[in-house]
């Protein structure tokens, strides 16, 4: 399993970033996949996560109605449109498959929001 981030990057307050996930190695749309971010001296925590199929979407309170994921199982890869930035969403943000009984992650993308 593999699974590459990327888009990440430094963005102004309110602005907006997309990030990618491209996954392989395994069947990606059998699984869910999750996004995850870890702020500096805190834990990781959940941001959004996507139904195999791409039919449900759940997000973290923190994030509902400024984030959108999404999947392309054509292209084996997953989406976190982020809108309407925040100072607080500045972290790394990774990718995550949960397979086989397994966490699989990405190295993680920077998305640093900043004045």
Do not use: H
Request: glycine share 12%.
């Amino acid at each position: 399993v593999r699974l590459v981030e990327s888009g990440g990057g430094l963005v102004q307050p309110g602005g907006s970033l997309r990030l990618s996930c491209a996954a392989s190695g395994f069947t990606f749309s059998r699984y869910y996949m999750r996004w995850y971010r870890q702020a500096p001296g805190k834990e990781r925590e959940l941001v959004a996560y996507i139904t195999s199929g791409g039919g449900t979407t759940n997000y973290a309170d923190s994030v509902k109605g400024r984030f959108t994921i999404s999947r392309d199982n054509a292209k084996n890869t997953v989406y976190l449109e982020m809108n309407t930035l925040k100072l607080e969403d500045t972290a790394v943000y990774y990718c995550n498959a949960y397979v086989d009984m397994r966490d699989y992650w990405g190295q993680g993308t920077q998305v640093t929001v900043s004045s």
